[in-house]
Nanobody, 119 residues
Framework: QLVESGGGFVQAGESLTLSCAAF????????VGWYRQAPGKQRELVAQ?????????ADSGKGRFTIFRESDNAKNTVYLQMADLKPEDSGVYYC?????????????WGQGTQVTVSS
């Protein structure tokens, strides 16, 4: 199970930090990512953190987004720190493994957390 939190309604230029707590998945042992689904668009990977601590960002988030793990592995949590938010960052954010967890033949997704950035 993956539980995302931390979203909200903010003004452009503000910051948010999203959290993802995992159960039954050891986040420090897998490649993990944050995905975003904007209205009318496909879900896209915006930030990735490999098990070897290599980070990758979509062009849209480079220089503004930071993905990192909780230093205490027992908390099994991954974060996405987002700065200087723009209206185009709006959407539902999901965390998942990369590639996504598959359950019964389909990608599993948590409930996500909504981010809305107003101009």
């Amino acid at each position: 199970q993956l539980v995302e939190s931390g979203g909200g309604f903010v003004q452009a230029g503000e910051s948010l930090t999203l959290s993802c707590a995992a159960f039954a998945i050891l986040l420090w042992r897998v490649d993990v990512g944050w995905y975003r689904q904007a209205p009318g668009k496909q879900r896209e990977l915006v930030a990735q953190l490999t098990s070897g601590d290599v980070v990758n960002y979509a062009d849209s988030g480079k220089g503004r987004f930071t993905i990192f793990r909780e230093s205490d592995n027992a908390k099994n949590t991954v974060y996405l720190q987002m700065a200087d938010l723009k209206p185009e960052d709006s959407g539902v954010y999901y965390c998942n493994t990369v590639p996504p967890v598959v359950v019964a033949g389909e990608n599993y997704w948590g409930q996500g957390t909504q981010v809305t950035v107003s101009s």
